[in-house]
């Protein structure tokens, strides 16, 4: 089964507000990545948080972790239609895992102009 | 740098017959792995690979898949057999080594099984 565990399965916003997306796991790991796929097209590294981090900010993302209660959460601000798509979650354990990511089943984001 | 190139984008095919998916890497990539994510389904890890090594397979299904990445050439994953059930978005995706790296994706080979 899927480790990765993300809320809410859909997002619907206008442009311009804030996006939140969360993911949850089950055992231990290395790092957590986000990624987009826009529809019917390949997936887009956006950001990695290492397990020893705690927030890491990229441009208009902040990607927050949390390995005392397995979550991490996403936050898109000032949103655009452009950022429209699915985004997920995935986790790397390390060691002989690396390469073997283990991904959530994704937020549809919509963002409305 | 034209990223990691897979082809072909779809691809259809009868029951019972073969389909190869190509993957080559992003340049100075010699680490690839393969992806599946079947419908209403996240991505589901296939295969690692490396130059003529297969590392960790322990996402394929035992009987009828089978993947390569040999010194020359694209990484190829052939599926004997096919079945509806088959019938997905295969993507690849490279790095340079392993460690904190994101991935680079290729856009995906569509199977469609008829």
């Known amino acids: 089964s899927q480790q990765g565990e993300e809320d809410p399965q859909a997002l619907s916003i206008q442009e311009g507000e804030n996006a939140t997306m969360n993911c949850s796991y089950k055992?231990?790991?290395?790092?957590l990545q986000w990624y987009r796929q826009n529809s019917g097209r390949g997936l887009v590294h956006l950001i990695l948080?290492?397990?020893?981090?705690r927030e890491k900010h990229s441009g208009r993302l902040r990607v927050t972790l949390d390995t005392s209660k397995k979550s991490s959460s996403l936050l898109i601000t000032a949103s655009r239609a452009a950022d429209t798509a699915s985004y997920f979650c995935?986790?790397?354990?390390?060691?002989?895992?690396?390469?073997?990511?283990?991904f959530g089943q994704g937020t549809i984001l919509t963002v409305h102009p | 740098n034209a990223g990691v190139m897979q082809n072909p984008r779809h691809l259809v095919r009868r029951r019972g017959q073969e389909a190869r998916l190509r993957c080559s890497p992003m340049?100075?990539?010699?680490?690839v792995y393969w992806y599946r994510q079947l419908p209403e389904e996240g991505l589901k890890f296939m295969v690692y690979?490396?130059?003529?090594?297969?590392?960790?397979e322990s996402g394929m299904p035992k009987e009828r898949f089978s993947a390569e990445f040999p010194k020359e050439g694209p990484s190829i994953l052939r599926i004997q057999q096919v079945v509806r059930g088959d019938s997905a978005a295969y993507f690849c995706?490279?790095?340079?080594?392993?460690?904190?790296?994101?991935?680079?994706f290729g856009s995906g080979t569509r199977l469609t099984v008829v």
């Open positions: 995706a490279s790095s340079p080594r392993t460690g904190d790296y994101g991935y680079t």
């Open positions: 995935a986790t790397e354990a390390g060691g002989t895992s690396y390469g073997k990511l283990t």
């Open positions: 690979l490396q130059k003529e090594n297969i590392i960790d």
């Open positions: 055992t231990s790991i290395n790092n």
């Open positions: 948080i290492r397990s020893n981090e």
């Open positions: 340049k100075g990539h010699s680490h």
